[in-house]
C-alpha cells in the first residue's frame, strides 16, 4: 500500500458551496484511493500572484492506495478554479 499527499490551494473567491462542491469534484476522481485524513487548513496570503489572486484556500489530504488515477494531474490543471496543486508520494 502506498501513501500520497495532495495539497490543493484553491481560488479565495469561492463560496463555501463552491469550493465543497470542487473537493467533493476531486474527491471521486481519487475514487481508488482511500482518504485517510482531510483537512481544510484555511486561507493563507501567496508568496507571489496566482492568477491575480494574493491569497489561497489550502486543503490537504493525506491518501493511501496502490495507483493515482492516470488522467488525475491533467484534470487538476485544467480546473481554473485551483491555482495550485502538489501531490507527493510519502511512502
Known sequence: ???YELILVT???LTDTLRKKLIAGVKTLLKDLK???ENEVGMKPLAYKIKKEVNGFYWDFVLEGEVIPQDFEKKLLENDKILRHLLLRTK
Open 35 to 37: 482518504i485517510v485524513k
Open 1 to 3: 500500500m502506498r501513501a
Open 11 to 13: 481560488k479565495t473567491s
